[in-house]
């Protein structure tokens, strides 16, 4: 193609077709930038490509992580949803009716039992390695980076802060208790035991049922923001959907 181009330059001047031979120089100009545009053009398209497959493929993972992460919370909430029925089993059967029997020693147990909260964030941090900018539409980005850097990190205080409230407390109370297996808030919920040393003078401390009142306020909480967390993990999913729909059409 190029000998081609030089063959009708050539003849051009040796016949003194200037005019001629300036006009053609001049769609020849023009013929090679339209040719650099499309290369370019077709440049763009390839990266355009495979900046859309990374996306996808990011956000894919980061939706796999949420469908985990919301199963995971259920099941926390199912956790503290068990504790509670514990506290109030033995706020108004221990405490208030002053009646015992062996089977309320799980439910001491059980009221010291937290769920630990822990998320997949394997996504999310792919997503930060490649840089958020990755995501194109900035609503879906900004409720990305809402959820992980700020929902997430809400919930983990206050899991936090429970926990510790708890540990604080529970010193006053571990003395009039005999934990059979051994006090640990990784033993399963109603397999472990935990037998008052003294049961009538337990029946009648109200720091205790005070205590488990208090810990029922914190459960409450840990389940109020889970919920929260949860609806806002499955409003993601489906912005992440109708995003990659519209990335199809």
Not at 25 to 52: C, D, P, S, T, Y
Not at 71 to 94: D, G, M, R, W, Y
Not at 205 to 233: A, D, P, Q, S
């Amino acid at each position: 193609m190029i000998k081609f181009f030089r063959r009708i330059r050539q003849k051009l001047l040796s016949e003194n077709k200037f005019s001629k031979y300036i006009l053609y120089a001049i769609a020849e100009i023009i013929l090679v930038v339209i040719g650099i545009l499309i290369a370019l053009q077709i440049n763009n398209w390839n990266e355009e490509r495979k900046r859309a497959a990374l996306e996808e493929k990011i956000l894919l993972e980061i939706k796999d992580d949420l469908k985990f992460n919301i199963e995971k919370a259920k099941k926390e909430i199912e956790i503290e949803q068990t504790v509670i029925t514990s506290i109030n089993l033995l706020s108004s059967k221990f405490f208030e009716q002053k009646e015992y029997d062996e089977g309320l020693d799980k439910h001491f147990n059980n009221c010291f039992y937290w769920p630990t909260a822990s998320w997949k964030l394997s996504g999310y941090e792919t997503l930060k390695s490649q840089g958020v900018a990755l995501v194109q539409s900035e609503e879906l980005r900004s409720t990305i980076i809402d959820l992980y850097e700020i929902q997430y990190n809400e919930l983990a205080e206050i899991i936090r802060t429970t926990e510790g409230y708890s540990a604080a407390s529970t010193v006053l109370v571990h003395a009039n208790l005999e934990y059979q297996l051994g006090y640990s808030n990784k033993i399963p919920l109603n397999i472990g035991a935990a037998k008052p040393i003294h049961t009538e003078a337990l029946k009648n401390n109200t720091e205790f049922y005070g205590l488990m009142t208090f810990w029922r306020v914190l459960r409450l909480e840990g389940i109020r923001i889970r919920k929260k967390t949860i609806t806002y993990c499955e409003d993601l999913i489906v912005q992440i959907d109708d995003h990659l729909k519209k990335q199809i059409q």
